[in-house]
């Protein structure tokens, strides 16, 4: 590890004005970027402790929430108001990693994951767009049963890793952001970015720029929300497949749904089309695979993914068929 320098940030406008020196980093709970740091992947100059800004979990008048990005993963899943509106995310983020990395992991952090993709980890030994631009990608002809499907291309096919992030994707979450000409807000599904012929920028952040709070609008229909995670082993494995979803049922006919997926592409991946799809049909098993159909066509799988899709259009038509049932 390269020698930096470490500063406990006060507040948010603290972080932002160290985050102004060269080689810079946010450290959350650390539970991924000590790791790229002993890789040697991030070779940062400056650690910026943000786990002394806001923890907090505000509850809105309307109903919606303010999490503070410094936030534990534990404490947001355990939360008495995200357990009881919006069940997707505490299920979501008791899915992922262990219970030690949850009390560890921030909210900010978890959103700022870096991918799990097994070449970019290899740094002594393969080629990677995404921790080396232009360098070449070994996955592509490699082994690539964990890589994505949707939003691919070229350059990388690499998967978000968060469980956390799929929910909030599919919840309308927004993000609450602060860099040194101010605050701003964008909604979570515009924060990451797709790889295209840049793999290595993946997000629309400006350098420094800080996550402050994700906000969870109200949202009735999130109180009958789900997140279904399909793996290889029961605990502690990222998701091949996963699934959020929330949905309203009303007189047998899909009035409102929300739907994201994990595991499959470089971003958390709102299913929009399979929404748009879904509104004013039949609430069916058919009407729930016909929308998966629609959502997957642009699937492009690798050699040895090609089984997510099937996964994912099952996981999908499962996921709606239960809370289809579970309403009354
Ligand atoms: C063994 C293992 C298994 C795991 N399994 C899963 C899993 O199944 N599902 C899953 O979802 N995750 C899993 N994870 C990942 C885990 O969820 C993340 O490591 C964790 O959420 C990161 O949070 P952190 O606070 O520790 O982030 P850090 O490691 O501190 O930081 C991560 C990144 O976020 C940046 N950052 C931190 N805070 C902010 C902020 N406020 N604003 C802007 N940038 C910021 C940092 O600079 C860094 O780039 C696993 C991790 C491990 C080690």
Not at 175 to 183: D, I, K, T
Not at 253 to 271: E, N
């Amino acid at each position: 590890m390269k020698p930096f320098t470490y500063a406990r940030a006060v507040d948010a406008a603290d972080a932002v004005r160290l985050s102004g020196a060269p080689d810079a980093r946010y450290l959350g709970g650390g539970t991924n970027l000590v790791d790229l740091m002993r890789e040697t992947i991030e070779l940062p100059a400056a650690l910026i402790d943000v786990t002394g800004l806001s923890s907090t979990i505000e509850e809105r008048a309307d109903g919606g929430l303010l999490i503070g990005a410094a936030t534990k993963n534990t404490a947001v899943a355990e939360h008495r108001a995200v357990r009881s509106r919006y069940p997707a995310l505490s299920r979501a983020i008791l899915s992922g990693a262990s219970g030690q990395i949850r009390n560890m992991a921030t909210v900010g952090g978890n959103v700022m994951q870096r991918t799990r993709c097994a070449y970019f980890y290899d740094a002594a030994g393969s080629r990677c767009n995404k921790r080396d631009p232009g360098q070449g990608c070994d996955a592509t002809d490699g082994f690539n049963r964990m890589h994505a499907i949707l939003g691919t291309s070229p350059s990388c096919a690499a998967t978000h890793a968060s469980d956390m992030c799929v929910a909030l994707a599919a919840l309308d979450a927004i993000v609450h952001l602060s860099r040194a000409s101010g605050e701003r807000t964008l909604p979570l599904t515009d924060l990451h970015r797709l790889p295209g012929d840049r793999p290595d920028v993946e997000t629309v952040l400006e350098p420094g720029e800080l996550i402050t709070a994700v906000e969870l609008p109200a949202l009735p229909l999130a109180k009958r929300s789900t997140y279904r995670k399909v793996r290889d082993r029961a605990s502690y494995a990222f998701a091949l497949v996963s699934v959020a979803a929330a949905l309203e049922v009303r007189r047998g006919t899909v009035a409102d749904v929300r739907l994201a997926l994990g595991g499959v592409a470089p971003k958390p991946w709102r299913a929009w089309k399979a929404e748009e799809a879904l509104r004013g049909q039949p609430a069916t098993e058919e009407s729930f695979r016909a929308a998966a159909d629609v959502e997957l066509a642009e699937a492009r799988p690798l050699r040895d993914n090609g089984f997510k899709v099937e996964l994912a259009r099952r996981t999908i038509t499962a996921v709606l068929s239960e809370l289809n049932g579970a309403r009354a």
